[in-house]
Structures are given as structure tokens and as C-alpha cells.
């Protein structure tokens, strides 16, 4: 969240050394590869910690953003059939849709779900709309600042 994100990816790198199979390292690696615009590598470790995590929600939703933002919209799209087939039988938090919708560029969309995870009271949702890097390009948007005035976290 402090945006440190060479001194980020040495610690996760660290942890995925000590250990290998512990897929919230993949996963928050694959946040701070993204966030600095090295897609490659963060759609590998997303696909690591979906594959060590056995397709959580959570890994798929930011999967399928880095696939939208490299381009791969099929891919993207692909994903979010198979969250919303998911949500049918069981509980898929918001922000999965949301990380995707906003990697394709549907921030209406994405906002949306990002509405709908501060009414389901999604903890990651709600504990990363005020500082999330991946946010920031919605942080302008009328819609997200109200939100943010939603959740009393400012502007």
C-alpha cells in the first residue's frame, strides 16, 4: 500500500523461498508486479496462486484483471463466467468481479460491484478502497468518490 513495491517484491520473494507453496505470497506478488507495469510477471504468479490456492475467487478475480490489462480480454472474460457460474452455488466476494470489470475498462461495472462488496461487507473490498494502488485510476470517478464518502473515508 505504500507503494514500495521493489522492497515489496524482495520480501514476498523471500517468503515464497521459505515457502514455495503458500499461495498469498504469489498473490500479493502478482498485485505489486502489476501495479509496476511488469504484466508478464504478474500473470504468472496470479496463475501460481490460483493454482496452489485450487482457483480461489480471490486469485481469479486479479488473474483475470492482468489478463484484461495485457490484452487477453478472452481470457478475462473466461474467468468471469467462471465466477459467475461460481456465485450461483456458493459466495464470491465482489471485488473478483470488480478486478476484473475494471481491467477490461468497464468502470461502471466495476464500481458497481465495488457497491455491492461495501453492502456484503467484502473485507477486502472494504479494507482497500481508501489506499489499493490497483484503485487508483477510478479515484476521479464520481461514483468511487462516493463511496469513499459512503464508507466516511473521505476523499
Known amino acids: ?3 514500495e513495491y521493489d522492497l515489496a ?3 514476498y520473494l523471500r517468503v515464497i523461498e ?4 503458500y499461495y498469498p505470497a504469489h498473490w500479493l506478488l502478482s498485485l505489486t508486479y502489476a501495479e509496476k507495469g511488469q ?3 504478474a500473470i504468472a504468479a496470479a496463475e501460481k496462486s490460483s493454482e496452489l490456492s485450487e482457483r480461489i475467487s480471490a486469485a481469479l478475480g486479479f488473474l483475470g484483471r492482468y489478463y484484461a490489462m495485457a490484452g487477453r480480454a478472452a481470457e478475462a472474460r473466461q474467468l468471469l ?3 459467475e457460474a461460481r ?3 456458493t459466495y464470491v466476494p465482489p471485488f ?3 478486478a476484473i470489470d475494471c481491467g477490461l475498462g468497464e468502470l461502471d461495472k466495476g464500481l458497481e460491484w465495488m457497491a455491492r462488496g461495501i453492502e456484503e461487507r467484502d473485507p477486502v473490498n472494504v479494507c482497500a478502497l481508501k489506499s489499493e494502488p490497483a484503485y487508483d485510476a477510478l479515484r476521479s470517478h464520481a ?3 462516493a463511496l469513499l464518502r459512503k464508507m466516511n473515508l473521505g476523499t
Do not use: H
Not at 521459505?18 to 507453496?21: E, I, K, R, T
Open 1 to 3: 500500500m505504500s507503494r
Open 9 to 11: 517484491i524482495a520480501q
Open 18 to 21: 521459505l515457502d514455495p507453496d
Open 39 to 41: 504484466l508478464d510477471q
Open 81 to 83: 463466467e467462471e465466477l
Open 87 to 89: 456465485r450461483r452455488v
Open 96 to 98: 473478483s468481479f470488480a
Open 143 to 145: 461514483t468511487y468518490q
